[in-house]
């Protein structure tokens, strides 16, 4: 699995099905973010059989076939959402268009797991809002800073467990490489993909809502700059905020595309837990210039300081919680609120954000 480029960074875990052969089949609309490989990895591993794929780039659909051999490329997206066999639509389209999509998918009975960022507006918000309300289908976020990392997973354990006590603040780092010339035109448009804090802020939002237990959330304090990419003006390649949640605790995040060539992930994504009875460092995807591999916990309690190296040990249950949510009608792997909540303070915090540095 290659970890120099985020934007196709999948992981991949051991296979623990949770339903029985082709009783959960899904299919893949819009390949424009790579993530939609690590989505359908995290659902076939679960269990999930993958059916479709649809797609406006023969080349893209050719990889996607070649990846997941025996997957059939629909002439039309109708071909996917009329047929009755499929359960679940997972998209990694622009941006811009996840939240329509949603929309057609649930109005066809099927339930909808988005790349993130899941939408792009508060209006789609307010849209996706009352088709779930109408429909009682599911709009499901792949926020997979937290849901596709075995660190993060489990530090979310740790806290349930009562290892550092409450959780008083979140503090997340998401810097990522922006490998320029990969980059499609709609990366560089805010419309399209919604800006910094909305894009890949909203990983580190939901992350927050997590760890401190929060119901609600408001944003305090927002920033968003231009420092290094002046030939796409409109882009944003830094940004943070901070938030109070309901329950008091606060968090800080940073976001921004400034990931050196030298280091060897796409980004040196880490998060800092403070409660009143420890603390928790996660280094994720690699531990700088001691360890390439990823998934490290650095925990210091009242009886000492501990690393736990936790990487292939603790999988990714998001995807079959998912998968059991959709086939009983439950909300295991993520609540429908914190899932649209993320989002609605992403975008929030977007839209009221200081520009800086040229913006």
Not at 164 to 170: D, F, K, Y
Not at 199 to 210: A, N, R, S, T, V
Not at 220 to 226: A, D, K, T, W, Y
Request: proline share 5%; glycine share 10%; net charge negative.
């Amino acid at each position: 699995m290659q970890k120099a480029d985020g934007m196709n960074y999948a992981p991949r875990g051991k296979a623990n099905a949770v339903c029985r052969p082709g009783e959960f089949r899904f299919a893949a609309v819009g390949l424009d973010h790579g993530h939609i490989y690590g989505m359908c990895n995290g659902l076939i591993e679960a269990g999930g059989e993958l059916t479709w794929v649809v797609d406006s780039d023969p080349q893209r659909i050719a990889s996607f076939c070649a990846t997941y051999p025996g997957v059939n490329a629909a002439r039309a997206e109708a071909e996917v959402l009329e047929d009755p066999s499929v359960r679940l639509i997972a998209s990694a389209a622009i941006p811009c268009e996840r939240g329509p999509l949603g929309l057609r998918v649930m109005d066809h009975g099927k339930d909808y797991f988005a790349d993130k960022p899941p939408l792009s507006s508060l209006d789609q918000l307010d849209a996706a809002r009352k088709k779930v309300a109408e429909t009682r289908r599911i709009y499901a976020a792949y926020y997979s800073e937290r849901v596709h990392v075995e660190a993060a997973v489990k530090a979310g354990d740790l806290i349930h467990q009562g290892a550092i006590g409450r959780v008083v603040q979140v503090i997340g780092l998401g810097p990522h490489r922006l490998n320029a010339p990969t980059r499609p035109p709609w990366f560089w448009d805010p419309a399209q993909y919604g800006g910094i804090l909305v894009d890949i802020g909203c990983h580190q939002i939901e992350q927050f809502l997590h760890y401190a237990g929060a119901n609600d959330a408001r944003v305090l304090h927002s920033m968003v700059g231009n420092y290094h990419n002046r030939n796409h003006p409109d882009f944003q390649d830094f940004g943070d905020a901070t938030l109070v949640a309901d329950n008091g605790a606060t968090g800080y995040f940073r976001v921004d595309w400034f990931t050196p060539a030298g280091l060897g992930a796409w980004g040196d994504g880490r998060t800092m837990i403070l409660g009143t009875d420890g603390y928790i460092e996660l280094r994720k995807y690699l531990d700088v210039a001691r360890d390439a591999t990823g998934d490290h916990i650095y925990l210091v309690d009242h009886q000492g300081e501990h690393h736990l190296p936790v990487h292939g040990t603790i999988g990714f249950p998001y995807f079959g919680q998912l998968i059991l949510d959709c086939l009983h009608r439950t909300e295991e792997a993520m609540s429908q609120r914190q899932t649209f909540l993320a989002i609605e303070l992403a975008l929030k915090a977007q839209a009221q954000a200081v520009k800086v540095a040229g913006c």
